[in-house]
């Protein structure tokens, strides 16, 4: 065991079996025979007292002899084929590079932020075959086993995002695939939580080898929004002290202004009224993580739905609805009053047939024809009304206890439930989307596009439902009254970066700074995003990422860095074996040489 950790084939060794025959001619060889010189008869001859082995004395005498034995072991040992173990700097097949572009990495710490010393080392560090990934918003591949130059050019084009980044899912991006010798680079300053560190081990387990980078500092005072809120024009703001240290912050938007005293791990809530259009709330002082310092709060620009209610009958139930509806002015009309004016939303709900004046249709497919909608509660005289294309259905008789079938994922449907009404007016859609349909195929909810406008139709009768007594009722107009009007929810003006906003494929959508793209936009900068009029507002809204205090990366970075970043090697000396035989010779040949023997 010993020789097979020191010689890769000992059986080499058997060549140290010609020191025999080697031995042997020396001990055979005849000694010199002794001539009588008269000339030197009168030196007396010294006599031997040492005592020692003649055969021995033989051995020393003859120094060639020792050297043709150092030959013999030296090619002995050399076709046995000596190694030494030792360690070497890993030579990696592969390197993977994974930057942390999330909005902690913009935390200002007096030498840039951390995102720019993070780029220069990934840049300076590159050499070979390297795979970038990115960590900020979602993961993403940016280069795939690219050449330096490509890898360096990448790395250097990219930004800090203002998102939330998933640094544990760039990791495992990054180790997927990973075989023994690949080399796994982080760069980040490992804030926003610890799922990482279980994404390393992971990696590790795989045989790439992990290299941590960590860059921190600058998050001493760090204060910023944490969540917001808007309803009912009104927009709630919260702000936590994430610092080791209490601070004191002043809140404002548009001419609104609130002064908030935190202790260290503090939440406070301020309120203020929305702005027609919204607005931007912000933070004074700022800290060193200006991305959660503002948030933007969307609004629609016009400041109510003008909605025009035409009904004779009673529609308590209806008429509270789009009352307390937060943004809705209502009008309430009952026919045949003479009906004039510009309205966002027309609707028409348990009407005498021969009371609604053509002067009415007519202003109803004015308010499509802008842009607007017009809403059709089904009666059993739906079809003496004279609606035409202002209906979303075409009519048939009353059907009496029919079930619901299906309930399509929509924005009219979410959340809110459709009881089987005790009889329904039943129809077929008439060039119509429908989202709730009853057993027969009936649409009891159905909408539709006429030019620039859009109609709905409610196909439950008034005195034959529980649907206008549940509390979802509510809810389910002022979603109806917004889609009419082509108005956007509170909740789609408001959103967090991190996401993606989509459009149509030809709409344009215009981003913070000034730049468009179309179709669809990642939300990765704080700002307002331009879309179609309206005006979404995406913050950083995120309690881990906005907390820029890092823990310390350095404990799983030692975890395995040697073994990492070093491999064993054998070093094979035989070469060096087989020179010191060549030498051994040459001083035989020397020694022969001054003997006189050559």
Excluded: C
């Amino acid at each position: 065991m010993v020789l097979q950790n020191a010689l890769r084939d000992p059986l080499g060794l058997v060549a140290l079996a010609a020191l025999v025959p080697l031995a042997v001619l020396y001990l055979v060889r005849p000694d010199p025979r002794e001539l009588a010189l008269p000339t030197l008869e009168f030196l007396s001859e010294d006599e031997d007292e040492g005592g020692s082995n003649p055969v021995l004395r033989r051995f020393n005498r003859d120094i060639l002899f020792l050297v043709q034995a150092l030959v013999i072991a030296l090619v002995a040992l050399a076709l046995a084929s000596p190694y030494v173990t030792d360690t070497a700097p890993r030579s990696p097949d592969e390197t993977v590079v994974v930057l942390d572009a999330s909005a902690s990495m913009g935390t200002e710490t007096g030498d840039g932020t951390r995102f720019e010393r993070a780029r220069r080392a990934a840049r300076a560090d590159v050499d070979g075959p390297t795979t970038v990934v990115v960590a900020g918003g979602g993961p993403r591949r940016l280069v795939r086993e690219g050449g330096p130059e490509t890898a360096r050019r990448a790395i250097g084009d990219l930004g800090v995002t203002q998102a939330p980044g998933d640094l544990r899912r760039a990791i495992s991006m990054a180790a997927r695939g990973a075989q023994e010798g690949t080399h796994v680079a982080v760069y980040s300053d490992f804030a926003g939580g610890e799922g990482w560190r279980s994404a390393v081990e992971a990696a590790r387990a795989t045989g790439a080898t992990v290299d941590l980078r960590q860059f921190d500092g600058g998050s001493e005072d760090n204060v910023g929004f944490v969540d917001r809120s808007v309803d009912d024009g009104r927009a709630t703001l919260r702000v936590r002290n994430l610092g080791a240290e209490p601070a004191t912050r002043t809140v404002e938007l548009a001419d609104q202004r609130r002064r908030v005293e935190l202790e260290p791990g503090d939440v406070r809530s301020v309120t203020f009224d929305v702005p027609a259009g919204g607005g931007t709330a912000t933070l004074s002082p700022g800290d060193s993580l200006p991305a959660d310092d503002r948030v933007p709060v969307g609004a629609p620009g016009d400041e109510s739905v003008d909605v025009l209610l035409l009904t004779n009958g009673d529609e308590r139930y209806l008429r509270t609805a789009l009352a307390v509806a937060d943004g809705v002015s209502l009008t309430v009309e009952r026919p045949p009053a003479a009906v004039s004016g510009d309205y966002d939303v027309v609707v028409f709900g348990n009407v005498t047939p021969d009371e609604v004046l053509d002067g009415t249709l007519a202003t109803a497919r004015e308010t499509v024809a802008d842009g607007g909608g017009v809403a059709v509660l089904a009666q059993r005289e739906t079809g003496s009304v004279g609606y035409g294309d202002l209906l979303a259905v075409e009519t048939g008789d009353v059907a009496d206890e029919p079930r619901v079938d299906d309930v399509e994922r929509h924005r009219l449907t979410d959340g809110v439930d459709f009881p089987a009404p005790e009889a329904a007016l039943g129809g077929s859609p008439r060039d119509a989307r429908t989202h709730v349909t009853l057993d027969d195929g009936t649409p009891l909810l159905a909408t539709a596009t006429r030019g620039d406008g859009r109609v709905l139709y409610l196909g439950y009768l008034a005195n034959d439902t529980s649907f206008r007594e549940g509390y979802r009722y509510p809810v389910f107009w002022k979603r109806a009254v917004y889609h009419l009007a082509d108005r956007p929810r509170t909740a789609e003006l408001n959103r967090e970066t991190g996401a993606t906003l989509t459009a149509g494929n030809d709409t344009e959508i215009g981003r913070p700074g000034g730049e468009a793209v179309t179709g669809a936009a990642d939300l990765d900068r704080v700002g307002f995003y331009e879309v179609g009029g309206d005006r979404v507002g995406a913050a950083l809204l995120d309690r881990r990422e906005s907390n820029a205090t890092a823990p310390d990366a350095s404990e799983v970075a030692d975890a395995g860095d040697e073994r990492e970043r070093t491999r064993t090697v054998e070093r094979d000396l035989t070469p060096a074996v087989a020179a010191a035989a060549v030498l051994v010779v040459l001083a035989e040949l020397v020694v022969l040489r001054r003997r006189g023997d050559l």
